[in-house]
Nanobody, 125 residues
């Protein structure tokens, strides 16, 4: 069992930066691939980024590639999402999720077993 708690969201202006954190409980955190997803009002939850258990492999949605960076610190049981050059369309609730397939780089919601409660990111122009 893994419990995930996101933090770091807020209201920022377009062009600004934010860093989201996702703290995980449990001793098996380092075995999981970790993903970030987001959901805007009236839209489906969508993939943002994923990182393998070791941190050696990452993947990003085209919409955030070059602006967002996912990283993890297994000693701290935490995964991060550094978001730069934020745009209006980045406004959403951001969720972190855990995939027991540690080497997986899944983009589908159904591939993730554990989810956090989400943190709101609002970008104003």
């Amino acid at each position: 069992q893994v419990q995930l708690v996101e933090s770091g969201g807020g209201l920022v202006q377009a062009g600004s930066s934010l860093r989201l954190s996702c703290a995980a409980s449990g001793r098996t955190f380092s075995r999981y691939a970790m993903g970030w997803f987001r959901q805007a009002p009236g839209k489906e939850r969508e993939f943002v980024a994923v990182i393998s258990w070791s941190g050696g492999y990452t993947d990003y949605a085209d919409s955030v590639k070059g602006r967002f960076t996912i990283s993890r610190d297994n000693a701290k049981n935490t995964v991060y999402l550094e978001m730069n050059s934020l745009k209006d369309e980045d406004t959403a609730v951001y969720y972190c999720a855990a995939d027991p397939r540690g080497a997986g780089l899944g983009r589908a919601v159904r591939e993730y077993v554990y989810w956090g409660q989400g943190t709101q990111v609002t970008v104003s122009s």
